[in-house]
């Protein structure tokens, strides 16, 4: 059974920074690419940033330049540094492992920007 439990989520000023982590268990973490998402009220689940076993990453336009999407395979870990927040970051932020044609989702973190 796949588990992934985000931690990290909090209340921050416009400006500020937030780490967020994703632990996985259940499988071979090094096998998966790994993905932040996150969801605004009102809005549809949108991509942030995505890193493959290879160590490649790719990130959404509107977060490229202030998040940094980072895995540690030794930890299961995947990681999203989030710098110069945005009240437009608010949003609840999860974490998804792919994998062929399965795909797991966490349970979710809420990060919330004050202007």
């Known amino acids: 059974q796949v588990q992934l439990v985000e931690s990290g989520g909090g209340l921050v000023q416009a400006g500020g920074s937030l780490r967020l982590s994703c632990a996985a268990s259940g499988t071979i973490f090094s096998d998966y690419t790994m993905a932040w998402y996150r969801q605004a009220p009102g809005k549809q689940r949108e991509s942030v940033a995505r890193v493959r076993n290879s160590g490649s990453t790719t990130y959404a336009d509107n977060v490229k330049g202030r998040f940094t999407i980072s895995r540690d395979n030794a930890k299961s870990t995947v990681y999203l540094q989030m710098n110069s927040l945005k009240p437009e970051d608010t949003a609840v932020y999860y974490c998804?492992?792919?994998?062929?044609?399965?795909?797991?989702w966490g349970q979710g973190t809420q990060v919330t920007v004050s202007s």
């Open positions: 998804r492992g792919e994998r062929g044609i399965y795909a797991y």
